[in-house]
């Protein structure tokens, strides 16, 4: 119990302060790096090998993960999962979303880069080369977790575009699809035989730090995924 209270009150915030400041040092020159590569995804599948019921029944937390690279189409179905177009149209997402106004951003970190996800047309930018993994993990206060993950998908939320018409009902109708929207990657994980694990204790400054957010963009959820260590 003393280990714990150790941890949380004098180590945690010691490990999100240092990410804070690595993310600060590191600003400037990540915005160098920045060449915004655009990268075509795979087209989704849209039928898996488990029935969704099997899904539900086998999701767990699991936050001790294989050092194991994801695949492409696997990196393709996660990021549809969440904010994917399943309807073009009208162009609705794969979660919904209160008056279809689409306040998530979602970013991903794996060891080649940091990534954002663009719905229309299905593709990712690369904002970074480097792995900003174990960095990510300070701001998580130490969670080994996020280090070791094969990818770590950061839902993000630009909370105007919802309270700009629901006003201050915006706030917990974004929280609400932030939560949509995970609950989809958990499963979609479980579909694709990997694991994944939800924070959401992490120095949200230094996170939005780390990912050279925009001001208006603010860091919500991590979820960490990869292949379950046996």
């Known amino acids: 119990m003393r280990k714990h209270f150790f941890v949380i009150f004098f180590v945690a915030p010691i ?65 549809w999962s969440a ?8 162009n609705f997402r794969a979660a919904p979303s209160a008056g279809a106004l689409y306040p998530l951003e979602i970013y991903l970190v794996k060891e080649d ?37 094969s990818a770590d998908i950061v839902i993000c939320a630009v909370y105007e575009r919802v309270s700009a018409k629901y006003r201050e009902k915006g706030i917990r109708y974004t929280d609400m699809e932030a939560g949509h929207a995970a609950q989809n990657l958990h499963l979609q994980a479980v579909s694709l035989g990997l694991a994944s694990v939800p924070i959401g204790a992490f120095a949200e400054e230094a996170a939005a730090k780390i990912l050279s957010l925009p001001r208006d963009c603010k860091p919500i959820y991590i979820i960490s995924i990869g292949e379950p260590k046996k």
């Open 113 to 149: 880069g940091l990534f954002h996800y663009i719905p229309k047309g299905h593709k990712i930018e690369q904002l970074a080369e480097k792995d900003l993994r174990p960095v990510l993990a300070q701001a998580a206060y130490g969670q080994s977790s996020v280090a070791e993950a």
């Open 15 to 79: 490990l999100a302060l240092s990410a804070y400041l690595f993310a600060e040092k590191e600003d400037n020159k990540m915005t160098k790096e920045k060449n915004e590569k655009v990268i075509a995804l795979p087209a989704p599948r849209e039928k898996g090998a488990l029935s969704l019921e099997e899904c539900i029944r086998k999701r767990r937390s699991v936050r001790d993960f294989a050092p194991r690279k994801l695949a492409m189409d696997e990196v393709s179905q996660l990021l």
């Open 83 to 90: 904010q994917g177009i399943t309807d073009e149209s009208r």
